[in-house]
């Protein structure tokens, strides 16, 4: 006896995309969220494509912060380099976005329960057949054909299910974030800090918010973060550049930026987004990727139960397909990440004294490539075989 | 052995993705350490954001 037929595991993005999917192929879908709100906290810094977005739903004025048109890069010694942008994208408000999302899903049909922490998996013969967690701090317990774990950076409900899931400090950057009032940027631009005095083994962003209002964040690669503190840094750097806001929000995260988990299905579970490591591993973008893979993971359920296989062979369709949708790209781009991440500072300033002598309008992504090249030749092979899908 | 500052803890779970042993048990507002299945790597004090965690046997960490 079950009681649903699929059970999603955390209400973000990837969450909310599979749930909808689900329901929409008629399964009885049930999300549950750990936390009390469904969008928040929120750990990211909301930036999205068009075209990315664009792919599952047409972009409504209330989830957009601000459009995107300009691409600002500093580099150590603060050499600004500045390109346009090659798509438009958005500063998304992630806390309406979710719920958005979330209440699209409800629409579909998906019961949504809040506060439902997951704190262990029923399995039998080897199949997980379900879930139990804790309400309010009452334990209850649910059974399912289908378990979809989305719950986020920690992927426990992977573990749970025996799928080794924990992240390399190589693969992790340490990270703090803020929203701030009374700042004065281009609502059009989004600007990039790299360099060891800014973010070791990452980057900062000051992304617009709207209405004189910022979200500023930064990710210290796990190999440094011993010796650097992010929450200091962004500190020290408002201080310096921007001493007049205000914070209005203060978070801190971890982005994972690893290879997608080799795998990421078990008996009667599949995982997705952050928790199957999907996050871009150069950008740290996750929305996209996470939403796709969802999505791609509820339609698999339906037809996995249709055809009344929900192991690992029967579930096989959602490795292959999100292969298809991003995973070959994303093996390229994690070659790449591995590349650029030891460029030095002294590297970093060269390259961008050299782009600074171009024109704005010759900044294209070749030419960025080919003069990162000059400094680290690797990443031509990288750039060859990511474009060969090698 | 791994000390916690619990009042201090954001609850983000980075510390959680990258225990290799799974010895941190993390809920909405209550994290704390399973130790005997802690081995003392320590990279959870590095990794996190803010400062949370310390060891009590390592003095010179960035915790003190």
Known sequence: ?390 | MILIKENRCDFCGTCVAVCPVDAIELREADISIIHETCIDCDICIWVCPIDVLSSDNKPEDKND
């Open chain 1, 1 to 390: 006896m079950t009681d649903y037929d699929v059970i999603v595991v955390g209400g973000g993005p990837a969450g909310s995309m599979a749930a909808h999917a689900a329901a929409s192929k008629g399964l009885k879908t049930i999300m549950l969220e750990k936390d009390r709100d469904i969008g928040y906290p929120v750990r990211c810094g909301e930036a999205v494509s068009d075209e990315g977005l664009r792919q599952f739903m047409e972009p409504r004025p209330e989830w957009i912060a601000a459009t995107i048109s300009k691409i600002r890069m500093r580099s150590p010694n603060n050499t600004e380099i500045d390109f346009r942008s090659p798509g438009s994208g958005y500063i998304l408000h992630r806390r309406i976005f979710d719920y958005a999302l979330a209440n699209r899903a409800s629409q579909a049909g998906v019961e949504i329960q809040t506060r439902a922490y997951v704190d262990g998996l029923i399995i039998e013969d080897d199949v997980v057949c379900g879930v139990h967690y804790q309400y309010m701090g009452e334990p209850r317990s649910l059974r399912a054909k289908l378990v979809i774990a989305a719950d986020g950076v920690e992927s426990r409900v992977g573990r749970m299910a025996g799928i080794r899931s924990a992240i390399k400090l190589r693969d992790i950057e340490s990270g703090y974030q803020v929203t701030v009032g009374n700042i004065d940027i281009d609502q059009e631009m989004i600007d990039f800090y790299v360099g060891s005095n800014w973010a070791p083994g990452g980057y900062l962003w000051v992304f617009p918010k709207g209405d004189r209002m910022a979200n500023i964040g930064l990710g210290v690669n796990g190999t440094l973060s011993k010796d650097y503190n992010s929450h200091d840094l962004i500190h020290n750097f408002l201080k310096e550049q921007y001493p007049q806001a205000t914070v209005l929000t203060s978070v801190c995260g971890g982005v994972p930026i690893a290879q997608t988990l080799k795998r990421i299905t078990g008996n009667g579970i599949m995982l997705t987004g952050d928790a199957a490591r999907m996050v871009n591993p150069v950008s740290g973008g996750g929305i996209v990727s996470g939403m796709h893979a969802g999505k791609i993971a509820g339609e698999v359920s339906a037809e996995a139960l249709a055809a009344g296989d929900v192991s690992i062979k029967g579930l096989e369709e959602y490795p292959k397909r999100w292969r298809k949708a991003g995973g070959k790209n994303h093996e390229a781009l994690h070659r790449i990440s591995e590349t650029i991440y030891d460029i030095s500072d002294e590297q970093l300033d060269r390259i961008a004294l050299r782009l600074s002598k171009t024109k704005e309008q010759d900044r294209t992504l070749l030419k960025i490539f080919t003069t990162v090249a000059r400094e680290k030749p690797r990443i031509l092979l990288d750039v060859t075989r990511a474009f060969a899908g090698l």
